[in-house]
Structure formats: C-alpha cells, structure tokens
C-alpha cells in the first residue's frame, strides 16, 4: 500500500520522470518559540514526551522515544533499549497533560485528512485554526515543485498557530510516502527502491543514505512523516511488492537489518519513519491490492511470526516512530477480520507481543478492502475502537476527513469509545507531534 486508494498504485511520478529534480533546497518552517518562552500548554507536553521516555524505563521490555533535539538544535537520537519501545502505557494515559478540548477537537486530533489539487480548501484551514485536525497526507496531484509544496505547508502552519487552536504549540503531522524508486510524491531521494538496495555490494550503506536522502528530502519543503519504508518480505518474483520493487529481499533478517538502517538515518534527521504493512504483505500475489478489494492471506502462524513480523523487532528497536497496519485479513490471527480493524493484531500482537508504545495508523480508510465495513465514519470507529491511533483519510477530499471526525467524536460523546483509551491515544499522538521538527 501506498496510503491511498485514489494514489495508491507506484506509479512513475511526473516530477521524477527520467532526469529526477535535484533536491530541494532547505526551506525554513516558520520559527516557533524556544521552550523557556512557551505558553504553559507547550511546556506541559514537552514535559509529556520527557515523561514518556522517563517512565518507559521503569517498564520491563519498554523505553522511551523522545524525538526531542540535541542541544546544539540538531535532532537527538532516539533512546531505546532492547526492545525499541517508546513510553509507557502509564505515561501516556495520563489526562491531566491534555488541553481541554472539545470531542470534536479531540476526534479531529487523530485524523489525518487529504485534499486535491495544488492548494488545500478553505475548510480544510478553517478546522486547523479551530484544532480540529492532526495532519495532512500529500499525493503527486497536490505537488507541482519543492517551492510550491513547502508554501503550502506554510500556510497549514500559519492556520495551525491559531489563536483559536488549543494545540498551536505542536505542530500538524505533515506527511506522504517517499519510499524510493517509483514510489515518490516529492522530487529527488532517495532514488533507488527497496529492491535495488537490498541488491547493492553494501546494502546497508544504501539503506542508510536513503533513509538520509529521505528525511532531508521531506524535511527540506517542511514534512516531518514519511510513511516508509516499507517491511514486507516479499516471497516471489513478480509478487504484489517485487512487481514495484518495494521489498528488500525474500529474507526476513536482509529486510530486517536494511528497514532498520532507514528508519535510523531517517530519524536522525527529524522526520519520523513508518514500518508498514504490520503484520506484513510480503506473502500477497499481484493481484492481491488492500486498495483495490479484500483480500486474505493464508499464512500459518509460525510463517507470519518468523517470516513476516521479524523484521518489526528491529524497527521497534531502532526507534521507528509509527507502524502502519495492513488492511489484509489474516485467519492465523483474526479469522476475517482486516488487521487495522483486529485489536488481536493491533493490541496483542504488536503492542503486547512485540512491544511497539509508539503510534499507530491505519492504511487508506477508503481501501476497496474495507467495502464490507460501511461508511467513512463506521471504519474510522471500528479502526479507533482496535487500537488505531491516527486514522488515515487519504481519498484526496477533506470532507472525508470531516466524515471520520464526527464519527469519532459522536462515538466518544456517546461512550461508544472509551474515554481514557481515546485520550490515551490522542496522548501519544501528541507526544509524536511534540518530538518532531516544528
């Protein structure tokens, strides 16, 4: 998947075409304030992410993802250790570090809406002043150069920093998949895909200069999410992720080493990394697209846990910020449920068995493969009630996102959602948000 299902099919994006643009040249985000002169609400949730990372120490298998700067103003390395985990479940429920926000304001805080076209709607700026949205997904239709695309992303900054915006001290989740190779919304790197690192003489030295070319890449025009890379372990040629080149290798400890010297040299340069397709769609045919219709992958359980999940161990360790769910129904696991929508996968296999405390979201909530799962704002409730902490409405329409939101906040009004779960993942949205290059 690549978010999507309007954009989700790699195709060769006009901007790179045969002579791919250089990078684009660094353009500042718009300046914010240095902590000691921030109001009390941006002091409260840098003191959040600190907590974060503090508490997850004193939780066996579990430590902290702080995202935060290094004092010479350079993104810090994060801290993790065996087991890569990001804060704690107690550090992260915590309601006092929130804002009063309305259920409005705090269902719209964990979607991430889309548009079309090269300038995003007045609605769409219009929900930002009003802190009713947590990021933006780009698509090749909304970028027509580095300069235009970063003054946009100007603009949603400036609505972001509204008075009228309880949350103008962190800034949006600005984002789009920059994987490599025909798999590019923006211009420039990382050129190679998947494939062709994992075939270089030094694999690992490619990973990790385009996991850089990536974070610089983005950073440049001011994203700070890629929704890369991409951990499938593909099983033949051909196959739904070889067909594009967008796996490593057909062996778990190649994809494994390779994703993880990414998500590092990413991470390193302030933009968060996202391992995707948890639990994996490595074992899907050509025709097998979430995207397109359902689909269900028959792999045993010992295959998904050996094959197809290793390579998150490692990501987790390294850090990775967020995890995508596949929208793939695996019966080892939840017998026709899609992941993303299975608190079995969501909760018992990547958060208890494996460990991740980072943040979740879901794949394309307009996927073909949720046709039997109803409207917009169903899936988005059936997504946060698994586990799903952002909820991805990439169809290119804002009013989609709106959709999504007033679902959420309906169902958490209601009681539909549990409160302290809900505010439990808004916590660690925010905590993300608080971590990255604002």
């Known amino acids: 998947m690549t978010s999507s299902a309007n954009d989700h099919r790699p195709q060769r994006p006009r901007q790179a075409g045969a002579h791919p643009a250089p990078p684009a040249p660094r353009v500042r985000r718009p300046g914010r304030a ?6 009390p609400l941006a002091v409260a949730l840098s003191a959040l992410a600190l907590i974060s990372c503090v508490g997850a120490a004193g939780r066996p298998g579990a430590a902290g993802q702080s995202g935060g700067r290094s004092s010479a103003g350079r993104p810090a390395a994060p801290t993790t250790d065996a087991s890569g985990s990001a804060g ?6 915590s309601p006092a570090a929130l804002p009063n926000l309305t259920p409005a304001q705090k269902a719209g805080q964990r979607v991430i809406y889309s548009y079309s076209g090269l300038q995003p709607p007045a609605t769409l700026l219009s929900w930002i002043r009003h802190g009713q949205v947590g990021g933006v997904i780009f698509f090749g239709g909304n970028i027509s150069s580095p300069a235009q695309i970063a003054g946009v992303i100007k603009q949603l900054d400036q609505a972001n920093a509204s008075a009228a915006n309880p ?6 989740l600005l984002m789009t998949d920059q994987e ?3 798999v590019r919304r923006l211009p420039g790197r990382p050129f190679a895909s998947e494939k062709q690192i994992g075939e270089e003489a030094h694999p690992a030295a490619a990973a990790k200069a385009a996991g850089t070319g990536a974070g610089q890449n983005l950073a440049g025009v001011g994203m700070n999410v890629n929704l890369a890379p991409v951990l499938d372990v593909y099983r033949t040629a051909g196959d739904f992720d070889d067909q594009f080149g967008r796996s490593y290798s057909t062996s778990p400890q190649v994809v494994s080493a390779l994703g993880a010297d990414f998500i590092k040299a990413q991470q390193a340069t302030g933009v968060a ?3 995707k397709h948890f639990p994996g769609l490595g074992a899907a045919s050509s025709t097998q697209d979430t995207d397109a219709r359902p689909v269900t992958l028959n792999v045993g359980l010992h295959a998904l846990r050996t094959i197809d999940e290793y390579p998150y161990r490692a990501a987790i360790a390294a850090g990775v910020k967020l995890v995508m769910l596949s929208w793939a129904v695996y019966p080892a696991l939840a017998r026709s449920t899609p992941a993303g929508l299975s608190s079995a996968v969501v909760n018992g296999e990547l958060r208890d068995r494996l460990g991740f405390r980072g943040v979740t979201i879901t794949d394309a909530l307009e996927a ?6 109803g409207t917009t704002g169903h ?7 698994a586990g799903m902490d952002l909820i991805l409405c990439s169809g290119q329409r804002a009013s989609q996102g709106r959709l999504a939101r007033s679902a959420l906040a309906t169902a ?12 439990a993942a808004l916590t660690r949205v925010i905590a993300l948000r608080t971590g990255l290059r604002g």
């Open 379 to 385: 899936r988005a409730t059936l997504a946060a009630r």
């Open 34 to 39: 240095s902590l000691h002169a921030l109001p």
């Open 273 to 275: 990394a996202t391992a």
């Open 167 to 172: 949350l103008r001290a962190v800034p949006l």
């Open 180 to 182: 490599g190779g025909v």
């Open 368 to 373: 073909g493969a949720l046709q039997a799962f």
């Open 412 to 423: 958490l009004s209601s009681g539909a959602l549990s409160a302290s779960v809900f505010d």
């Open 88 to 93: 704690s479940p107690s550090a992260v429920t």
